[in-house]
């Protein structure tokens, strides 16, 4: 199995603030990183595909970079909405693992 | 517009089968490239993949439940079913199917049903 580990697993933050969570495969997965968030007692969103590609709906404030083996996504001016969970997941192959989470608090 | 359903027990006792149906609309399982899975997360904790079957019947599973899964899937009905035997109080979780597309996004979950809480206890 492909191991998915996030880092941090919290971060806290103030509206405003750009932050980047990073996610570190265990071998390599190309692009086929995803992004999701949830927030308290809702389904997870998609955010970012294929390491980068904005799911439609999404603000841009949200971006992903990353290829191989290490991932990252970006918010660049935290919105008060944006205080969710945070997964990473691989598809590049079976099982499908996700990352561990990355929780984002208010400061 | 894709929207997906869980349903099935929310209690289930020790050893039983917990039997899981997934109803969607907006999509067909028999278009190339598109997939239903399974996901489930204990409450407090994260997300776990479990199965995935694809529009060519193809069947994924985690390896570490792989021997207690079985999804299906009845393309007229629009319905994916997963079976998880010899249920456990560590199974206790809300249990999610996602619609992914293996070509065009990825493999990624675009849209989620809303969940279903499934609390194993005698």
């Known amino acids: 199995d492909i191991q998915m580990t996030q880092s941090p697993s919290s971060l806290s933050a103030s509206v405003g603030d750009r932050v980047t969570i990073t996610c570190r495969a265990s071998?390599?997965?190309?692009?086929?990183l995803n992004w999701y968030q949830q927030k308290p007692g809702k389904v997870p969103k998609l955010l970012i595909y294929?390491?980068?590609s904005l799911q439609s709906g999404v603000p841009s404030r949200f971006s992903g970079t990353g290829s191989g083996t290490d991932f990252s996504l970006t918010i660049s001016s935290l919105q008060p909405e944006d205080f969710a969970t945070y997964y990473c997941?691989?598809?590049?192959?079976?099982?499908?693992?996700f990352g561990q989470g990355t929780k984002l608090e208010i400061k | 517009q894709i929207t997906l359903k869980e349903s099935g027990p929310t209690l289930v006792k020790p050893t039983q089968t917990l039997t899981l149906t997934c109803t969607f609309s907006g999509f067909s399982l028999s278009t190339s490239g598109v997939g239903v899975g399974w996901i489930r997360q204990p409450p407090g904790k994260a997300l776990e993949w479990l199965a995935l079957?694809?529009?060519?019947?193809?069947?994924r599973y985690s390896p570490s439940l792989k021997s207690r899964l079985t999804i299906t899937k009845d393309t007229s009905k629009n319905q994916v079913v997963l079976t998880m035997t010899n249920m456990d109080p560590v199974d206790t979780a809300t249990y999610y199917c996602a619609h992914s597309r293996r070509y065009s996004a990825y493999g990624s979950f675009d849209y989620w049903g809303q969940g279903t809480l499934v609390t194993v206890s005698s």
């Open positions: 294929a390491a980068s």
């Open positions: 071998q390599s997965i190309s692009t086929y």
């Open positions: 079957i694809y529009w060519d019947d193809d069947k």
């Open positions: 997941q691989q598809s590049y192959s079976t099982p499908r693992t």
